[in-house]
């Protein structure tokens, strides 16, 4: 396993699901409720990759195959990607349906 590909998967893909999730934002206060959506079902997938790039360092360390994994700076920056991502994601979520509701 490539540690440094790992951690780059999660940051990537968190920042993907974390710039797609404020998109969808501002695509729902406009008033393309549908497209933020679709938006955010895209940022989910994003979401889904990091987290299982996140789980398969976990696993690597947990599995009784003698690895050990160093948690480094550059670690420590991914995951704090990922758990931004899934704040804005969460926070997203409620957001638009604010908007989904003020429009009815």
Known sequence: MDIIEECMKITSFGGQAKS????????????????ADRTMA???EYLRKSHEAHT???SAE????GIKIE???FMVHAADHL???D????????IIHLYRERRK
Do not use: F, P, Q
């Open 20 to 35: 797609l999730a404020l998109r969808a934002i501002g695509m729902a206060r406009s008033g393309d409720l549908a497209g």
């Open 42 to 44: 895209e940022a989910g």
């Open 56 to 58: 398969d360092l976990i």
């Open 62 to 65: 947990a599995e009784d195959n």
């Open 71 to 73: 948690v480094t700076l």
């Open 83 to 85: 758990t931004a991502a």
């Open 87 to 94: 704040t804005v994601c969460l926070l997203a979520e409620e």
